[in-house]
C-alpha cells in the first residue's frame, strides 16, 4: 500500500545510510593512531550500534508524525513543505554535529557532550583552534555533506509523497501503525530498561565503543543528564554516610614544617602552564629536551612529581587552581556565576591580608565566563587581549607568551608589595603557534606541539633572567603549575591517567636551603595548591574544603581524575576508574573514598 507509513520506512533507511557514512569517517580518522585493533573489530563497530540508531531516527520521526495527521484531512502541500523544510534543517544541524564530533574527539578523546556544545557556542574560541584554510576546508565539506545528503533524503523519502493515495481512512490507518514503531523504536525494543550507550558496547578498545555510539544519540543523552537539578546522578549512598567518608579524607589541622623562611609577606606568582603535560616534563620522565629551562629551575626548587589535573580543560583548571574546587562531569562550574560567587578564593584571601592582585592572559576574556569569575573571585586587576599590539598577536588565540610574560614584569615593577600575581599561557594550544624559530621544524601534531612549549620554556626563561633584577625578586614566592595534560607529545588515549599528570613547582629565593632541588612524591591535585600555599604561610585555609596541604603529616595522599562519562581515583599504590554507564565496570572494586569524594563533590556543586 502506497501510504504515509511508506514515508517512514523510507525514513528510517536515509538516517541509518547518514549514520553509517559518519562512523566510516569517524573510523577513517582514528585508524592512524590505533593501526593495531583487528580489522573484524573495526567492522563491527559499524553495526554495533544499531539500537541507538533506531531509536534516533524515531526521535527524528516524531516531529513529521505529529505533522503528518494533517494528512488526514487534506492538507497536502502544506504538510509536504512543512516536513521538508523540517528534514533539511535536521540533515545540516546533524551533519555540522557529526563533523564536530569527530574532531573534537581528535583533540579531547571524548563525544560531543554538552561541555563540548558550550564551548562551540563561543566560536572565537573555538576557530581559534583551527588555521584559516582548514576552517575554509571545513566550511567547504559542510555544505557540500550537506547538499550530498539532502539530494539523497529527496531520493529516497521525498518523491513518496506524490505517490501518497488512498481514503481519510487508510492515511489514519497508516498512522496508527507508525504510532507503535516510533514509539518502541525510541525505546530501543521491547526490552525491560529502554536503550542506552551499553548497547553500543562490544568492545575491549574504548574508541571502538565510541564509534559504534550514535553521537547525536548520545549528545542528546548528555544535555539531559548534564541539566542542573536537585537530583545528584552520582549516588552510591546515603549523603550522610558520603560526607562522614569525604571528611576522613582530609585533615584540616594536620602539622606541617614550614618550607619557607621568612618573617614578612611575601609576594606571590602563579604561572598557570597551558598543556603541560608531564611528557615534555624530563624530571617527570618527558622527553628530553623540550622544556630544558624547566627542567634546570626544578633544581632550584621543591618540584612535586605526582600531581594531577582534576579537569582537563583551562575552564576547569582556573576555579581548581584559584579556589580549590575539583572539576566535575559534564557541568563546569565557572558557567554559573551564581554558584561561582560562593567559592573561596586564593585572590581574595590574598586581598584580605592587604595583597594587589592581578591577572594575566593574552587572550578573550570572555571565555567560559572567565572574566566574571576572575572579577567576583578577588582579582583588581585583570590583563586581557585588548592589552597587547597586534605584532605581538599570533593568528588565533591571542598574545604570544612572551610578550604576556614580559607584560606581567613591568606591571609588577611599578605594583606596591606584596602583590598576589596569576598569569595564564596560551601558546601550548592548537594551532601551536610562535614567534621564534626553534628546533623542532616537523609538521606533525607531536612536533608542533613540542616546538610551542621549547618556545614557553624560552619565554620562561627570558622572564626570570629579568625578574631576577627587580627588587622585588628575593621577597617572590613563583608556582609553576600546569592547567591540564595533553594526549600529546604521545598520543595517550583519553583514560589513560598519565594524559593528565602535570608538573608543578614551587621556586622562590626564600625557600629554605634544605629544601632545594627537592621531590615531593606525594599523590595530589592541583586543586590541593590551595591548601598548601596558605598553610606554608601561615594563613587560613579552611574555607577550601577541597584543598589537602601536600607537605601536612599524615597527609591522606589521593588524586580525583573528572571525565564526562567517569571517574579516575588514584593513590601511593592503586589506579581505579569508574565508568558510570558501562555495566560491566567493576564498580564494587572502586573504593568506597572514591565514590563518597564524587558523591558529595556534586552535591556541593548542586547546592552551591
Given at each position: 500500500m502506497k501510504s504515509t507509513a511508506t514515508y517512514f520506512i523510507r525514513h528510517y533507511l536515509f538516517w541509518f545510510i547518514l549514520f553509517l557514512v559518519f562512523r566510516?569517517?569517524?573510523?577513517?580518522?582514528?585508524?592512524?593512531?590505533?593501526?593495531?585493533?583487528?580489522?573484524t573489530e573495526m567492522l563491527m563497530?559499524?553495526?554495533?550500534?544499531?539500537k541507538l540508531d533506531i531509536s534516533t531516527a524515531s526521535y527524528f520521526a516524531v516531529i513529521p508524525f505529529l505533522t503528518?495527521?494533517?494528512?488526514?484531512?487534506?492538507?497536502?502541500t502544506a504538510t509536504k513543505k512543512f516536513i521538508k523544510t523540517y528534514n533539511f534543517i535536521l540533515i545540516f544541524?546533524?551533519?555540522i554535529l557529526s563533523v564536530s564530533n569527530i574532531i573534537i574527539y581528535k583533540f579531547w578523546g571524548t563525544l560531543l557532550n554538552n561541555r563540548g556544545l558550550a564551548y562551540a557556542l563561543q566560536p572565537k574560541e573555538m576557530l581559534a583552534s583551527v588555521t584559516g584554510l582548514q576552517l575554509f576546508f571545513l566550511v567547504v565539506i559542510l555544505i557540500f555533506l550537506t547538499f550530498i545528503f539532502f539530494k539523497l533524503h529527496s531520493k529516497i523519502t521525498h518523491r513518496k509523497w506524490n505517490e501518497i493515495q488512498g481514503t481519510t481512512l487508510h492515511r489514519a490507518f497508516s498512522l496508527l501503525i507508525m504510532l507503535p514503531i516510533i514509539g518502541i523504536g525510541i525505546r530501543g525494543g521491547l526490552q525491560l530498561i529502554p536503550v542506552n550507550e551499553s548497547s553500543a558496547y562490544y568492545s575491549n578498545h574504548r574508541l571502538m565503543n565510541n564509534i559504534a555510539t550514535n553521537n547525536i544519540w548520545y549528545l542528546g543523552h548528555n544535555l539531559k543528564q548534564a541539566g542542573l537539578s536537585e537530583k545528584n546522578p552520582y549516588v552510591w549512598m546515603e549523603d550522610e554516610t558520603a560526607e562522614q567518608i569525604k571528611n576522613t579524607l582530609y585533615n584540616p589541622t594536620a602539622s606541617s614544617h614550614q618550607i619557607f623562611d621568612t618573617s614578612q609577606k611575601p609576594n606571590v606568582v602563579i604561572l598557570l602552564l597551558e598543556s603541560w603535560t608531564a611528557d615534555i616534563i624530563e624530571p617527570l620522565g618527558g622527553e628530553?629536551?623540550?622544556?630544558?629551562?624547566?627542567?634546570?629551575?626544578?633544581?632550584?626548587?621543591?618540584l612535586f612529581t605526582s600531581v594531577y589535573s582534576s579537569g582537563f580543560r583551562t575552564d576547569q583548571a582556573l576555579v581548581s587552581v584559584i579556589s580549590g574546587f575539583p572539576a566535575q562531569p559534564n557541568n563546569s562550574i565557572i558557567r554559573f556565576p551564581s554558584k561561582t560567587a560562593s567559592l573561596p578564593s586564593l585572590a581574595t584571601s590574598f586581598k584580605n591580608e592587604g595583597y594587589k592582585t592581578s591577572f594575566y592572559y593574552g587572550g578573550e576574556l570572555g571565555f567560559a565566563n572567565m572574566n566574571s569569575y576572575l572579577i567576583s573571585a578577588g582579582f583588581e586587576k585583570i590583563t586581557g587581549e585588548d592589552a597587547f599590539e597586534s605584532n605581538s598577536m599570533n593568528s588565533k588565540w591571542g598574545a604570544h607568551d612572551g610578550f604576556v610574560l614580559s607584560k606581567q614584569i613591568k606591571d609588577l615593577k611599578l605594583s606596591p608589595q606584596p602583590f598576589f600575581s596569576l598569569l595564564l599561557t596560551l601558546s601550548t594550544h592548537e594551532p601551536f603557534e610562535v614567534p621564534i624559530a626553534t628546533p623542532y621544524n616537523g609538521t606533525s601534531e607531536p612536533e608542533l606541539f613540542k616546538k610551542a612549549a621549547w618556545y614557553t620554556d624560552k619565554s620562561l626563561e627570558e622572564y626570570f633572567e629579568v625578574a631576577k633584577k627587580e627588587n622585588w625578586f628575593q621577597n617572590t614566592i613563583f608556582i609553576l603549575v600546569a592547567d591540564h595534560g595533553h594526549r600529546l607529545p604521545l598520543n595517550r588515549d583519553y583514560y589513560d591517567p598519565a594524559i593528565r599528570k602535570i608538573p608543578m613547582l614551587i621556586y622562590s629565593p626564600l625557600l629554605k636551603k634544605e629544601l632545594i632541588g627537592t621531590k615531593i612524591k606525594s599523590t595530589a591535585n592541583q586543586n590541593d595548591l590551595a591548601a598548601t600555599l596558605l598553610n606554608?604561610?601561615?594563613?587560613?585555609?579552611?574555607?577550601?574544603?577541597?584543598?589537602?596541604?601536600?607537605?601536612a603529616n599524615s597527609?591522606?595522599?589521593?588524586?580525583?581524575?573528572?571525565?564526562?562519562?567517569?571517574?579516575?581515583?588514584?593513590?601511593d599504590s592503586s589506579v581505579t576508574t569508574l565508568k558510570f554507564d558501562d555495566p560491566n565496570n567493576a564498580t564494587?572494586?572502586?573504593?568506597?573514598?572514591?565514590?563518597?569524594?564524587?558523591?558529595?563533590?556534586?552535591?556541593?556543586?548542586?547546592?552551591?
Open positions: 566510516i569517517l569517524f573510523l577513517l580518522s582514528q585508524i592512524p593512531f590505533h593501526s593495531d585493533i583487528p580489522i563497530s559499524l553495526v554495533a550500534g544499531f503528518c495527521i494533517l494528512l488526514i484531512f487534506g492538507f497536502d544541524i546533524v551533519i628530553k629536551g623540550v622544556t630544558p629551562f624547566f627542567t634546570k629551575l626544578s633544581e632550584q626548587g621543591m606554608n604561610l601561615g594563613m587560613a585555609s579552611s574555607q577550601f574544603e577541597w584543598s589537602s596541604n601536600i607537605l597527609r591522606r595522599n589521593f588524586a580525583y581524575l573528572s571525565l564526562d562519562e567517569a571517574f579516575t581515583w588514584i593513590t564494587q572494586n572502586t573504593s568506597m573514598e572514591a565514590k563518597a569524594y564524587m558523591q558529595q563533590l556534586y552535591h556541593r556543586f548542586i547546592t552551591y
